[in-house]
């Protein structure tokens, strides 16, 4: 089948890759013409585990293109799939206009038959509004169906999660366009949901909102925890064994950051405000999360004391391992606060090798972590890299000026925790040590 796909994001490339591998002839589409040039050449703009080398096979294969014509992009091809990034405004509420500005080209361009298939993120209405804006810019007033598609991809494993989706929603107003797409899908093999258009549409809030309020829920056991003496790990595996709760999205930290559950949890409260809801528990959500994100902050001026001219180490930037990504990172709060304090940073970051000071707080950024570790006073562990727990903590920690590691993440392997003798470990949801 012929595939266009309107955006390059993390979706649209990683859709892009797997739709080839699963022999579907695919034309990427973007309006930044360096990006489509780096792209043709098979270099992934972005980090992503197994996307390059998918690329690169695919341009080889000839089943993947690049171009920065929607028209050249969209001749011949079935589905369109609109994949165009739908950021927050200042008020939390969603950006649509690259969207909907993608629309009007489609519409332009639009032929019988056509399926556009909306994968970006958008508010309950946008699909409706969206099959509006491409009707208007119809020259010949073809007949085309529009299908909400949300996706569940999480950055850093986007291809491993398309190849084994939990379910594909397929919100839809005409039935034969729904079983294209489910023909399209089919090699994946995972279950389909079929609904209504505004269905599918919530779905995709109502599941980022609930997986952040899990989080922000096993955060504040795990600060419960640290007061009455219990472990967050066992509270944790014990609660999630029960079927009905699972234990998937509920490790303790530092709280949740990226571009989707922060913007997202915002857009449902705003949904819901739009109707006369007040979801007050996402909004609670979003406080606890904000408060998380100051934990290792709280826990360093204990220990520490004032951090006026202490010089604090981050290990981890990126909002999660195995991504360059670093919106909504909490290391950018810690890093604020921790400048607001008159600390001194330094940082070590596996693939992020460029940091905006200006506006992200002061960090020096540095070339390993034994650079980032020399003299601290203190070392945060804010992403959960694996590289990080292979370090030689005991050697690491000779070097620091006071061997007090800040663990955000619970990642600091035990056995090291009790090889490091001089070590002053303050893991999140359990005792110190
Ligand atoms: C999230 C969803 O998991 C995807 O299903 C969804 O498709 C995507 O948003 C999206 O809307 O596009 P993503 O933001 O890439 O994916 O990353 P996650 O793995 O969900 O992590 C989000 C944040 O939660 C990270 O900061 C992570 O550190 C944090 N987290 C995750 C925890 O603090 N504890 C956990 O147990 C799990």
């Known amino acids: 089948m012929n595939v266009a796909i309107v955006g390059t994001g993390y979706v649209g490339l990683s859709t892009g890759v797997c739709l080839a591998e699963i022999g579907h002839h695919v034309t990427c589409i973007d309006h930044d013409e360096k990006k489509i040039k780096l792209l043709q050449k098979g270099t992934s703009p972005i980090f992503e585990p197994g996307l390059e080398e998918l690329l690169q096979k695919h341009i080889l294969s000839k089943q993947l293109h690049f171009t920065s014509s929607i028209q050249e992009g969209m001749k011949g091809s079935e589905f369109i799939i609109l994949s165009v990034g739908t950021p927050s405004k200042k008020d939390g509420r969603v950006q649509l206009s690259e969207l909907e500005k993608a629309a009007e080209q489609v519409g332009a361009h639009i032929e019988k038959g056509m399926i556009v298939l909306i ?47 939990d379910r594909i929603i397929i919100g839809y107003e005409n039935r034969d366009a729904a079983e294209r797409v489910k023909e399209l899908y089919r090699p994946f093999h995972a279950p389909y949901v079929l609904t209504n258009i505004r269905s599918a549409e919530l779905i995709k809030y109502a599941a980022n909102a609930f997986l952040a309020t899990k989080i922000s829920f096993i955060n504040m056991i795990a600060n419960l925890c640290e007061q009455v003496g219990a472990d967050i790990s066992e509270v944790a595996t014990g609660v999630g064994m029960d079927a009905r709760i699972g234990s998937d999205f509920f490790r303790a930290g530092i709280g949740y950051g990226g571009s989707c559950f922060p913007k997202d949890v915002q857009a449902l409260i705003h949904t819901a405000e739009d109707e006369n809801i007040d979801f007050s528990l996402l909004k609670e959500t979003v406080a606890i999360n904000e408060r998380q994100q100051q934990i290792l902050l709280k826990k360093a001026e204990n220990v520490l004391g004032d951090l006026q001219g202490k010089k604090i180490a981050l290990l981890g930037l990126s909002f999660k391992p195995n991504t360059d990504d670093l919106r909504q990172a909490p290391s950018i709060a810690i890093s604020r606060s921790l400048q607001e304090r008159g600390a001194i940073i330094t940082a070590y970051d596996p693939v992020i090798k460029k940091w905006d000071s200006a506006s992200n707080g002061n960090v020096q950024l540095k070339n390993s972590v034994t650079d980032a570790l020399q003299n601290a006073d203190g070392v945060f562990l804010v992403t959960e890299w694996d590289e990080f727990r292979r370090l030689p903590w005991p050697a690491l920690l000779e070097t620091m000026k006071r061997p007090a590691v800040f663990d955000g993440r619970n990642c600091f392997p035990t056995e090291q925790v009790e090889a490091c003798k001089k070590i002053e470990y303050y893991p999140i949801g359990r005792k110190p040590i």
């Not at 996706?151 to 491993?160: D, P, Y």
């Open 119 to 165: 994968k970006s993120t958008v508010p309950v209405g946008t699909c409706e509004r969206i099959k509006q804006i491409i009707r208007n810019h119809s020259k010949n007033e073809a007949e085309f169906h529009i299908i909400s598609n949300p996706e569940f991809l999480r950055e850093g494993s986007a291809i491993q999660d398309t190849f084994s989706a």
